[in-house]
């Protein structure tokens, strides 16, 4: 199994970026899907996730400004981000808990993505 994360880059303060994360691999199922980030020299936090049945949840400093979402059929999770601040920056990590496997044998894991930067000048 495997994370792809994408669409990070270098933004003004107030503009807007979407992340894009698809995993890949041999997927029987998908249950939750998270967003993290990590600032410099702070610890990893997380920012935004959302159930398999589309229930979100998120950190209080970006509720009304971010929306996670997902499209299940293409094991696909989002994270709008609107309203940016100097405080977003940071390399931004999806996360999954992934039900893989085939025929005879099936795992459950938790799988990060490689990261991608986020950069807010303010």
């Avoid at 979100?56 to 971010?66: H, I």
């Avoid at 996360?95 to 990261?115: C, F, I, K, L, P």
């Amino acid at each position: 199994v495997q994370l792809q994360a994408s669409g990070g880059g270098l933004v003004q303060a107030g503009g807007s970026l979407r992340l894009s994360c698809a995993a890949s691999g041999s997927i029987l199922s998908i249950n939750d899907m998270r967003w993290y980030r990590q600032a410099p020299g702070k610890q990893r936090e997380l920012v935004a996730s959302i159930t398999s049945g589309g229930r979100t949840d998120y950190a209080d400093v970006v509720k009304g400004r971010f929306t996670v979402s997902r499209e299940n059929g293409k094991k696909t999770v989002y994270l709008l981000m609107n309203s940016l601040k100097a405080e977003d920056t940071g390399v931004y990590y999806c996360n999954a808990d992934v039900v893989s496997g085939g025929t005879w044998s099936r795992e459950r894991g938790d799988y990060w993505g490689q990261g991608t930067q986020v950069t807010v000048s303010s």
